[in-house]
């Protein structure tokens, strides 16, 4: 699967990409990033894309046209497989609702995957009238951008791609999981700091100590 990121900041996606299981995917080749910066769409000499909105009010709007040609730019690379089908994200605290339902339909229905970040007080709305595309939110919230909601959206979608865990079974939704994790060692002493502070002991639920199969499976059905 190949990520289109339409994003001011590019950089700001270095270090989740660049570490663990996305990272290896992509040197795996399971995944593929690219980024388009509408700054290199525009011609005057500053670089600059965002004006005051019509209307008044506060901040400043990205406009239209560098973010058009971003993503025509993106686009140019999906054509080039015409069976490979292109899905084109816009983030929005007002869209629908992003989950593990929806990242299942993008990661078995899509090739090329193009996420609009913004900035500022937004993007010029008439970006959404040239192309057809899907207003998406990961939250009843406003960020300062769409960079990190744009990085779980990558996330939850590769972990859908065969190969990206390794073992499909790893996906915590195919599988009966727990809020609670535990490992070695079986038990352990804490002492708070400070003076007159007791030593306590934590132990591992005895459940899944005992190898008991079904009882395990049963206690995490409580948990989860």
Known sequence: MHFHFITLFPKA???????????R?????????SFYNPRDFVENKWKRVDRPPYGGGPGLVIEAL????????????TARSKKLKAKIIWLSPSGKQFDN?????????YKHVIIVCGRYEGIDARVKKVFK???????????????????????????QIP????NLDSLEER????????????????TPPGRGKKAKYYRVPKVLLSGHTAKIEEWKKGRE
């Open 175 to 190: 599988r009966v999981s727990s809020s609670e994790v535990y490992t070695r060692p079986e038990i352990f002493k804490y």
């Open 66 to 77: 560098p973010v058009i040609k971003a993503i025509e730019s993106a686009l140019k690379l």
């Open 101 to 109: 339902t929806y990242a299942k339909k993008v990661a078995r229905g």
């Open 133 to 159: 595309m899907e207003e998406v939110s990961i939250g009843p919230f406003v960020l300062t951008g769409g960079e990190l909601p744009a990085m779980l959206i990558v996330d939850v979608v590769s972990r």
């Open 25 to 33: 995917a992509i040197e795996d080749k399971k995944i593929k990033v």
């Open 163 to 166: 190969g990206v865990l390794g």
């Open 13 to 23: 996606f270095d270090s989740y990409l660049g570490e663990s299981i996305l990272k």
